[in-house]
């Protein structure tokens, strides 16, 4: 019955096909991080970069920004991005981004917290 096996193999194939459209490999936070946001927030994420500074991008290792900044805050930010009196101070990364790697920052970003300044070069 060789029919029955060219169909199985047709199915199969088809499915194969779906998870690779489906499930784009997803990219790591950092990798991510380093890539689109660290214009802005520095690879250290204190914000204290040429960009940070213009924007007024906040500093992720204060522990004044993160005690006040609950998770679902930095989730809305990093998905619609921060408009302040009209001006576009952050970009919105929902139509860039998949749920998951949002989530990924958003650790990713906590993951800041109590880092140590720089060692002085
Ligand atoms: C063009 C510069 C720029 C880029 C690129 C950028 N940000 Fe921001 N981001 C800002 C600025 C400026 C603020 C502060 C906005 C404000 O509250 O005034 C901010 C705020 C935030 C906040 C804090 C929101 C809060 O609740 O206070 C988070 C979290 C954040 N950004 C994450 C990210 C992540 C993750 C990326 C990369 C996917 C990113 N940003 C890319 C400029 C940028």
Known sequence: MPAVGLVLVASLGAA?????TV???AKPA???YVEKCSVCHGQD?????????RF?????TA??????????DLKRAIMGGVVVDGMRRMPAW???LTAAQIDGLVSYV????GAKPPPAR
């Open 23 to 25: 499930q784009p490999i």
């Open 30 to 32: 950092a990798q991510l």
């Open 94 to 96: 929902q139509d860039k």
């Open 45 to 53: 994420g204190r914000g204290d970069t040429r960009m940070g500074r």
């Open 56 to 60: 007024h991008a906040p500093d992720f």
């Open 63 to 72: 522990e004044k920004f993160q005690g006040e900044a609950q998770d679902p």
């Open 16 to 20: 194969a096909a779906d998870a690779g």
């Open 110 to 113: 906590r993951s800041f917290r």
